[in-house]
């Protein structure tokens, strides 16, 4: 009898992690402070407290290891979590490669991707404290969808400023919202003084991740009923994150292997983190020692042609000055097809780990990332998000190193979401409309030029 090889690796309800897992204090260094963009000092709580409630703010620079996750967040984990590791056998065999490869399926939430880790408990924290109504930003719409869905079961309103590229590319993401209650606006809009400045400047723009923020930041300062939500970026989102990763150690293990190399696509860094950050902790006390490996489109290469530098999280100039890698808050990335990947910036976690050398950053341009998301398919049944095609990329690449060397490899990678709302992009690739673009270079010296002087 044929004896059946196991595909999933899969933990019972009772594993969702009971805490968050906080890397900054393991860390050789500690982050550079936020800093006020008029005074150029280090912020305190009380700058934040108008679009963020304070729990969130005290988990932003926390600096404890393990942050306990509320029971009515673990509960609605519940609905989805533990997520599946999956052993990628079938493209394992199409690639006819020695290495091992593992995925991280964030795609079973049902909004689609991991974002809803974060959306749920951002969603709690603000209505512990009172707070009716969240205004966001979404790029491809999957942050968008999750927030929605959180305020949906938390009891908030929700108001969503969506890319207006994406806007147009995807108008099922756009409903999915509406059917969870969300109102939703195309950005740049005329509803707020950034969105109606960039529109005398540009008719015709395309609209970016920075300027659907200063929108979304603009709202929520405006209004003291409401707060405003980040889909990436921040040190407590990425913490939110990091169940997946922790997860994925138990998991691992259940396989009885060990990764050599880890992968996340990187758009504000918050899908990579979670799943990283958990086995870089380790690594830092002597257990594992995985590659770990960021990957971001050609087209808006942050962490590999970035400056790590001061910089504004938006393009109207609404937020504090962080630390990060950064191509200049006025980039506006070409419209390539992973909307959630076109943020000129990145976390300042994860540019922070890049600059220790303990991760490396490499760039994947759009036709491979498309073209690595149809060999996917085609093996594993799972159609990918655009966002996600970028780690599926790498992986394939690395998958192909190892057999070309004829040695084994085990590589993790995060699959953050499903590409069921996508399709037009993948109309379009299958059609031979989509493009590579070359990197910016002169857009990116421009809004480079443009970075804050900060001595
Ligand atoms: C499926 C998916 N993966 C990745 C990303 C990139 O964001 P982050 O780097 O915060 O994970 C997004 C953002 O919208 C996304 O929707």
């Given at each position: 009898?044929?004896?059946?090889?196991?595909?999933?690796?899969?933990?019972?309800?009772?594993?969702?992690?009971?805490?968050?897992?906080?890397i900054l204090p393991e860390l050789p260094r500690p982050l550079a402070p936020v800093l006020h963009p008029g005074t150029l000092k280090p912020?305190?709580?009380?700058?934040?407290?108008?679009?963020?409630?304070?729990?969130?703010?005290?988990?932003?620079?926390?600096?404890?290891?393990?942050?306990?996750?509320?029971?009515?967040?673990?509960?609605?984990?519940?609905?989805?979590?533990?997520?599946?590791?999956?052993?990628?056998?079938?493209?394992?065999?199409?690639?006819?490669?020695?290495?091992?490869?593992?995925?991280?399926?964030?795609?079973?939430?049902?909004?689609?991707?991991?974002?809803?880790?974060?959306?749920?408990?951002?969603?709690?924290?603000?209505?512990?404290?009172?707070?009716?109504?969240l205004s966001t930003e979404t790029g491809a719409g999957q942050w968008g969808s999750a927030l929605s869905m959180a305020c949906a079961l938390l009891g908030l309103e929700c108001k969503v400023f969506m890319v207006r590229v994406s806007y147009d590319q995807k108008p099922y993401r756009r409903a999915l919202m509406e059917a969870f209650g969300a109102s939703v606006t195309a950005s740049p809009s005329v509803e707020t003084e950034s969105g109606r400045a960039i529109l005398a400047a540009h008719p015709h723009s395309n609209g970016s991740l920075g300027i659907a923020i200063s929108e979304a930041v603009e709202v929520a300062a405006k209004d003291p009923g409401t707060k405003y939500a980040l889909g990436s970026v921040l040190n407590h989102v990425l913490l939110h994150q990091t169940v997946?990763?922790?997860?994925?150690?138990?998991?691992?293990?259940?396989?009885?292997?060990?990764?050599?190399?880890?992968?996340?696509?990187?758009?504000?860094?918050?899908?990579?983190?979670?799943l990283v950050m958990p086995f870089l902790g380790r690594k830092l006390k002597g257990r594992g020692n995985a590659r770990i490996v960021a990957v971001e489109p050609a087209a808006c290469p942050s962490l590999t042609k970035g400056s790590f530098a001061y910089d504004f999280g938006d393009t109207g100039h609404l937020t504090p000055l962080v630390k990060m890698h950064t191509l200049g808050?006025?980039?506006?990335?070409?419209?390539?097809?992973?909307?959630?990947?076109?943020?000129?910036?990145?976390?300042?976690?994860?540019?922070?780990?890049?600059?220790?050398?303990?991760?490396?950053?490499?760039?994947?341009?759009?036709?491979?990332?498309?073209?690595?998301?149809?060999?996917f398919a085609r093996a594993e049944g799972i159609v990918p998000a655009p966002e996600a095609n970028h780690a599926v990329a790498e992986t394939i690449r690395q998958a192909l190193v190892a057999k070309a060397e004829g040695k084994p490899r085990t590589i993790l990678f995060n699959l953050s979401g499903h590409g069921h709302f996508d399709m037009q992009s993948y109309i379009d690739y299958q059609a031979g409309k989509l493009e590579n673009y070359e990197y910016p270079a002169e857009e990116i010296a421009m809004a480079l030029a443009g970075l804050p002087a900060v001595p």
């Open positions: 009898m044929l004896r059946m090889e196991i595909i999933q690796y899969n933990l019972p309800q009772s594993r969702i992690p009971q805490a968050w897992y906080n912020i305190g709580p009380a700058d934040l407290a108008p679009l963020f409630p304070m729990s969130l703010i005290m988990q932003e620079v926390s600096t404890e290891s393990q942050i306990e996750i509320p029971e009515e967040v673990r509960q609605i984990y519940a609905q989805w979590r533990p997520t599946p590791l999956i052993r990628a056998r079938r493209l394992e065999r199409a690639l006819d490669t020695p290495a091992r490869i593992y995925y991280k399926y964030e795609g079973v939430s049902p909004a689609g991707s991991h974002k809803l880790n974060t959306a749920v408990a951002q969603a709690y924290y603000n209505r512990q404290e009172g707070v009716t109504h997946i990763g922790q997860e994925a150690i138990e998991q691992v293990a259940l396989a009885g292997d060990e990764p050599d190399v880890i992968i996340g696509c990187t758009g504000g860094g918050s899908n990579f983190a979670g808050s006025t980039f506006v990335p070409p419209g390539i097809h992973a909307g959630g990947l076109r943020y000129h910036g990145m976390a300042p976690l994860v540019s922070h780990i890049v600059d220790l050398g303990l991760a490396d950053a490499v760039t994947v341009q759009q036709m491979d990332a498309f073209g690595a998301g149809i060999q």
